[in-house]
Every structure is written in C-alpha cells, then in structure tokens.
C-alpha cells in the first residue's frame, strides 16, 4: 500500500527555517518523480518543488533560493528544507508522488498524496 507521510511543519518566525520530511512507503520514492505544493486558506494548491527520478530539482520562482528538495534513498524519504520563510509561505504542505509526468507543476498529474503538515510564518 503506498503511502506517504509528512512532517515537520510548525509555528515559525519570519526569516527562520523548517526542514519538512516525506517519508514513503508501498514503493521506492527514487524512482519516482516527488513534488511538494501548498495550499494556503482560500487559495488553489501551487506547485512548489520537484525531483526526477534522474535527480533534477525543479522550483516555483516564489521560492527558488530559499527552498531545497533533496532525498534520502536508503531512508526512502523525500525532504524540503525551507530557509528565509516569509509571512506568505504559510500554508499546508503537501508531499506528492507520481511514476513519470512531464508536468511536474500540475497537481493534477500526481498520483500520490500525503495528508499534508501546516507550516505557519508569523511573528
């Protein structure tokens, strides 16, 4: 059964760092394309970033320069690492997996989900 879970959210001031975890199960995240979005109050999920399976990183221009993608194969976990968080970085994270898409930026190709980790930027 796949299966992904999410972690590391919280409360955070603006300028600080959150590292999230997605950890997978049910299949070998490696070999998969992994994609985090948001989705904040009101607003449609958004791609924030991607990682083929060949290794290359994709990221939306919000947060390219202060959000990284990055995996742990012998972990089977997909992380993101959120550096300078701004008040409008605020949202649900979500983890999504899908075998192969060339629109890595839609939502709607992902087959996989998590059940997402809430990630607050306020002072």
């Known amino acids: 059964q796949v299966q992904l879970v999410e972690s590391g959210g919280g409360l955070v001031q603006p300028g600080g760092s959150l590292r999230l975890s997605c950890a997978a199960s049910g299949f070998t995240s490696s070999s998969y394309t992994m994609g985090w979005f948001r989705q904040a109050p009101r607003k449609e999920r958004e791609f924030v970033a991607a990682m083929r399976k060949a290794g290359e990183l994709y990221y939306a221009d919000s947060v390219k320069g202060r959000f990284t993608i990055s995996r742990d194969n012998a972990k089977n976990t997909v992380f993101l690492q959120m550096n300078s968080l701004k008040p409008e970085d605020t949202a649900v994270y979500y983890c999504?997996?899908?075998?192969?898409?060339?629109?890595?930026?839609?939502?709607?190709?992902?087959?996989?989900w998590g059940q997402g980790t809430q990630v607050t930027v306020s002072s």
């Open positions: 999504a997996a899908v075998y192969y898409t060339a629109f890595y930026r839609s939502a709607n190709n992902y087959a996989y």
